[in-house]
């Protein structure tokens, strides 16, 4: 399901975009990023501000959706 929808996001801002490099440079975000373990966070000692990030995370991600596909973000000089 993770590598499903990770793939309909990236074809989506290869389409929208026209860009091959904002794909990569949604890849290599998600890479270094790291998949959230969802299990573990309510033993974490900080647990709050993990899930406070991580929902943060989310909603900025959506929100900032559209910006990321502007095109003339990916045109090098």
């Known amino acids: 399901a993770y590598t499903t929808l990770f793939g309909w996001i990236t074809a989506y801002f290869y389409v929208y975009s026209g860009s ?5 440079l949604c890849h290599a975000f998600c890479n ?5 373990p ?3 966070i309510a033993s974490h000692p900080y647990a709050k501000v ?5 929902v943060s995370g989310v ?3 959506f929100s900032l959706f559209s910006h990321v596909l502007d095109p003339s973000l990916y045109i090098i000089p």
């Open 50 to 54: 993990v899930t406070v990030a991580f």
């Open 59 to 61: 909603v900025l991600f």
């Open 38 to 40: 969802f299990g573990q």
């Open 20 to 24: 091959l490099l904002s794909v990569i």
């Open 32 to 36: 270094i990023m790291g998949f959230p």
